[in-house]
């Protein structure tokens, strides 16, 4: 049926405790004028930054819901897949994907931070995210997550303008059209998002200021605004612009009031900042 706003099927966990995935994405999407339609990988109490989470696995749910959406005859604009509880959820995300060709292909290969994979996450699941990647128009890896997938060392954490350069090409050889990788420290002291667009064989950069804390789900966050500043017809130049902006903000306030990191930021206090859809040009040539 024909989609009176962009509909995004978003394939991630579904956590209670702790802003990421999917009570990330819904909130964001939805006060951007996008509709989201979830489809959860996993349940769980809180994040695994939580010790001892309660998870529940829904890889047989997967297929179940598509099987459905395909007799309903519904269509997506978007397709966009996060975290993932077991290897066979990568062969249902290939399938979600091949049901949807005209659909905006975006993956976020979350498989870890801060030089190490999440406990979750199987040496033969991270290398499988391959895959994914491969049939991706657009990937939002953070520095750990893009270093895994070329199989360079993960710790590394300054990059020089050529190095981030030759990270986001490299990758962007593995098949996706489009490459962002998130919290990058440059040389010269830059903290920023950098951002490839092969068909036109242009690098971006936005940079940020930096707050010293970490916040669980954040990039979560910056992915779902990049996808829905996209959707609604902005360069991805712009569009990184909108996310680095979001992001700068909520992570801004969440530090004033000495949260736990854990919690990720307050982002119910900014989603207005994404209606009010402001005109920003902060973004550069990397």
Known sequence: MKNVLNKVAAIHDLSGIGRCSLTVIIPILSAMGIQVCPVPTAVL???????DSEIKDLTDY???????????????????????????????????????PHALKVVDPVMGDNGKPYRTYTKELCSRMGELVAIADIITPNTTEAAMLLGENPLQTVFTAQQAKSFLARLAEKGPKTVVITSVELADGTRCNVGFDKERSSFWKVPYQYVPASYNGTGDAFASVLIGAILKGDSLPIAMNRATGFLELAVKTTYSYSSDPRCGVMLETCLSWLIQNPTLCAYQPL
């Open 62 to 100: 997967i297929p179940r819901a598509l099987g459905h959406y395909k007799r309903l005859g519904e269509d997506f604009d978007c397709v966009y897949s996060g975290f993932l509880a077991s290897n066979e959820q990568i062969d249902h995300c290939l399938d979600f994907f091949a049901s949807f």
């Open 45 to 51: 109490s809180a994040h695994t930054g939580f010790a």
